[in-house]
């Protein structure tokens, strides 16, 4: 994938990033792989989309209307969900939820556009910063949704219920210990959603055993720094 690039990208990396394109394309729980690989298509409209950056403008998002520049046949609420996604995440509310699901949208076939989405954007935005041309889309996998057990939920606090009982790294008999990310127990009723995203976003960053010739305050110190800049408070 990153075979153009003389800068010294880790095999790890590449490897990950490599999975998570083939499963992109690969039927998931609640979409299609042809459905998922539109997400992506839109995800990277959304970046030249004349609507949304009106929007980005604009003292609030959701005083603009419009039409977005789409580039699939994808429901127009899920267009619009996914382009404020990928244009403009800091100002997405409840109210934009709300939508999605009174337009019969269950919380789980939110999360799993969410998986998809913030997965290719990792990938997307990396290539960007190397100076690469878009990765060419795979092939979308034909078959049916996969489908998933019905997950044991509860309500955390957050949009979407979460998750309890999973048996992922951080979680204690369906109970959230220090280690387990909120992102991770905001998007563990799609565990397939969680791996992917995990898949793309472990490997740029580690919080020891860091594998590069830096200390770990100085590792601290450069993503805090991008963070700031970034506007991510996290």
């Keep these: 994938m990153y075979e153009h690039t ?7 990396l590449i490897e990950a990033h490599e999975k998570v394109w083939e499963s992109i394309a690969e039927p998931g729980p609640f979409w299609t792989g042809t459905e998922r690989i539109a997400m ?9 989309c004349r609507l949304c950056a009106k929007r980005r403008q604009a003292l609030s998002p959701y005083a603009v209307d419009g039409v977005h520049d789409n580039e699939t046949d994808l429901d127009a609420v899920i267009v619009d969900m996914i382009h404020r996604v990928r244009s403009d995440p800091g100002r997405i509310t409840r109210n934009m939820f709300d939508q999605v699901m009174a337009a019969g949208i269950t919380p789980e076939h939110y999360i799993e556009i969410v998986g998809v989405v913030n997965s290719s954007v990792i990938i997307d935005t990396l290539h960007a910063a190397l100076g690469l041309s878009l990765a060419e889309l795979p092939t979308p996998q034909p078959d049916a949704p996969t489908g998933q057990p019905r997950a044991n939920v509860t309500d955390g606090g957050a949009w979407v219920p979460i998750a309890v009982g999973n048996e ?21 009723l799609v565990p397939s959603a ?35 800049l970034n506007q991510c408070f996290y």
Aim: aromatic share 8%; glycine share 6%.
């Design 194 to 228: 969680v791996e992917l995203f995990f898949t793309a976003f472990r490997p740029h960053y580690a919080l020891q055993n860091i594998p590069l010739d830096l200390k770990q305050s100085q590792a601290e110190f450069i993503a805090s720094r991008v963070s700031a």
């Design 40 to 48: 992506v298509v839109e995800s990277r409209a959304a970046t030249s």
């Design 168 to 188: 992922r790294p951080g979680m204690i008999n369906g109970l959230s210990n220090n280690r387990e990310p909120n992102i991770a127990r905001s998007m563990g």
């Design 6 to 12: 003389s800068y010294p990208l880790r095999e790890g």
